[in-house]
């Protein structure tokens, strides 16, 4: 499931994706998937063709935020969380350092 989010926020060009091994660090998700873009259209339009792709595989969120401010979307899929950011809520939340025990994999397409 973490590949087809990022497959999917690739798609509509997001920037600097990455997965966060969670794993050891929270009993409530295994991954987190971390992308950014520049405008809050871009980063709705991640999170739009990260639903729709899912959706066709039968996956679907359990919960989601932040969609009508459009500065960072969260799609809860129980095992994969993604974070989808405007880059300067990304820069402010730095997710990536608060939870900086979390093994990091770029995303490579």
């Given at each position: 499931?973490?590949?087809?989010i ?20 929270t ?47 969260l ?35």
């Amino acid at each position: 499931m973490k590949e087809a989010i990022c497959a999917a926020a690739s798609e509509k060009k997001a920037r600097d994706i990455v997965t966060m091994d969670m794993r050891e660090l929270t009993p409530t998700t295994d991954y987190f998937v971390v992308c950014s873009a520049n405008t809050a259209t871009q980063v709705r339009a991640i999170a739009d063709n990260i639903e729709e792709k899912l959706a066709e595989s039968g996956a679907h969120f359990l919960h989601k935020e932040g969609y009508r401010e459009g500065e960072w979307i969260l799609m809860d899929y129980g095992d994969v969380v993604a974070h989808i950011f405007r880059q300067e809520a990304r820069e402010y939340y730095a997710l990536e350092h608060l939870w900086a025990d979390a093994a990091l994999t770029p995303y490579e397409d």
